[in-house]
């Protein structure tokens, strides 16, 4: 049952993607010293014209497995990924600011009419120490990093 699996996954016509990662496969063999300059043409070249699975598995049969996320490719990617996520968040902690600021600054706003009414004129802009707290949190944030990125590093 297994085997039929294998022998229909052989037969499949690989894609640009699956030659390309073939490629560093190769790539990383020669540059651990697995295979000669030589041997590393002759197999990028054939990485590159095959057509179906089994062709691909044929070259790199004799080479030690590799995990995918230990690619080139697929580590750059996944660190393009990361910047990207690491800037969404950034972004709607800035948004929460906005929206705490707003609110802050109307419950100011509702006590300032109250205090106008009562003759005592305008009351001193609180909002401004926590979200100026905030902000300059956030902003030391951008520029030297969080400590939750230390903690994943670990």
Do not use: C
């Not at 073939?22 to 063999?29: D, F, G, S, Y």
């Not at 230990?70 to 800035?94: D, F």
């Amino acid at each position: 049952m297994g085997e039929s699996r294998d022998d229909e996954r052989s037969v499949l016509r690989v894609s640009d993607a699956e030659r390309n990662e073939v490629a560093e496969r190769l790539t990383l063999a020669h540059d651990e010293g697995r295979l000669s300059l030589t041997e590393y043409d002759e197999r990028l070249q054939q990485a590159y014209a095959a057509t179906v699975r089994a062709d691909l598995d044929r070259l790199v049969a004799d080479l030690p497995a590799v995990e995918r996320t230990a690619l080139p490719s697929v580590r750059a990617e996944t660190a393009e990924v990361e910047k990207a996520e690491a800037r969404r968040e950034h972004l709607t902690e800035w948004r929460s600011w906005a929206g705490t600021a707003v609110i802050l600054t109307g419950i100011w706003v509702v006590t300032a009419v109250s205090a106008a009414s009562d003759g005592e004129g305008l009351p001193f802009f609180w909002p401004m120490v926590p979200m100026g707290i905030w902000a300059a949190v956030l902003i030391a944030q951008f520029f030297f990093g969080s400590d939750d990125e230390d903690d994943d590093e670990d």
